[in-house]
């Protein structure tokens, strides 16, 4: 089976009417994002129909991303006070609940200046998720861009979490090592990116030990070249890139089996 560990449903909708459809069509397990209580509605709706029509299932999965601070700043209303103990609130009662999957996705982007000046609320968020994955024993999926360094300077604490979903992982081969010999039980995604020349997230989905790799389509923020909009119909793409990959640096495996043994390591990694 195909397994989608990091999608935006919500917005894939927009971009793609019949992206449900699809993803029914293709039997796509799927790790679903949200950071509104909207989304998260979308698609938990999305899943209990799933569920309902024996398919194939859909997680949802809530967190408060990195960029929405920078976001809301740019909208001239910098991140209120409410807003942000409303979402965490909302987030601890569907873990309590048992209405979710995975925290996130949360984490650090230090991509460009308006992020950075958000490094400090970006911390505060990311400390409040980590404490509700911690509490409620669930996975917790990391957006960490030009900031990798904070993750080191967290490894006590990803040592606690019942798995780290890295999605769309843009550190380089021997950063992913380092966390997993200081023993956090991570998991490292990837998506198109792997397809488009990116060296650095081909050379690590090459040399990741098998059990450690994940896919992703991030749809629909992730598109192919010539497309306006990533979808579950990459993933195939993806997988064939990535035993491809393996292929050529000697870890021989066809796409069939590497589907197979990704499944596998979702099904590990979010617990099912």
Known sequence: MLTDAHCHPFDLVHAFPQAEQER??????AAASACTQKEF??????????????VAPLL????????????????GNPFPETEINE?????????????LSAIGECGFDLYNAAFKETE???????????????RYDLPLVIHVRRAIHKTFNLTDLLLKCKSVIFHSWSGTFEEAQSLMRRGVNAYFSFGNVIALNHKQAMRTCTLLPIERL????????????GMDFSQWADLPLII????????????KIDAKNLEARI???FRTAFGL
């Open 240 to 251: 064939e890139t990535a035993a491809e990959l393996r292929c050529e640096a000697g870890n």
């Open 120 to 134: 400090a609320i970006q911390d505060r968020l990311f400390s409040a998720q980590a404490e509700i994955s911690l």
């Open 263 to 265: 499944e596998k390591n």
């Open 60 to 75: 949802p999965c809530f967190g408060l991303h990195p960029q929405l601070p920078a976001v809301r700043a740019a909208e």
């Open 214 to 225: 994940l896919t992703e389509t991030d749809a629909p923020f992730q598109p192919h070249r």
């Open 87 to 99: 979402s965490l609130e909302f987030m601890h009662s569907l873990a309590q609940a048992g209405r």
């Open 24 to 29: 029914r069509k293709l039997r796509i397990l």
């Open 41 to 54: 509605l979308h698609n938990e709706t999305l899943a209990h129909n799933a569920a309902a029509d024996s």
